[in-house]
């Protein structure tokens, strides 16, 4: 799946047993452009795809759950984009990998996964809250993080 926008890449990283590539975080003008709110309903909608998607074991079963997951991943992004670190405040240092061990993230659960991010970017692209560039620097950050939470095979 790719967007029809001119410049902007989502090409999926292929994935390498053993390869951790190097994560860059996402321009700071990212979230600056769409603002906190703006993040939080991508994350509403990204978390609202995965609750639909053929992943969605890996998660929690009720929508208000669900939701409040990805209010606390919003806070993850928001942080990780340069804004107020909501996450260290109520959760502590992210500790990515560590927090996702309980849960069988397969290559293949991280293409569902992406796929979900994506279909969740289009309302930024489509009604251009957000430079090409920032949003291609936030998807290269979540294509590289989602290599990192591969914690199994299948």
């Not at 990283?13 to 190097?22: A, R, S």
């Not at 003008?29 to 509403?44: K, P, Q, V």
Request: glycine share 6%; proline share 8%.
């Amino acid at each position: 799946m790719h967007f029809s926008a001119s410049s902007l890449n989502f090409t999926i990283l292929p994935y390498q047993v053993g390869v951790q590539p190097p994560v860059t975080k996402p321009n700071p003008e990212f979230l600056t452009d769409i603002g906190e709110e703006g993040m939080r309903a991508l994350l509403d909608r990204f978390y609202m795809g995965l609750f639909e998607s053929p992943i969605k074991a890996l998660f929690p079963k009720e929508i208000d759950v669900m939701k409040n997951a990805g209010q606390t991943s919003a806070d993850f992004f928001i942080q990780i984009c340069g804004g107020t670190p909501y996450f260290n405040q109520n959760r502590g240092a992210p500790q990515m990998g560590r927090r996702h061990a309980p849960f069988a993230i397969t290559p293949d659960a991280r293409l569902h996964w992406l796929i979900c991010f994506e279909e969740a970017l289009q309302p930024i692209i489509d009604e251009k809250q957000s430079s090409e560039e920032n949003i291609q620097s936030f998807w290269d950050y979540i294509n590289v993080f989602s290599v990192w939470m591969i914690n199994a095979r299948g």
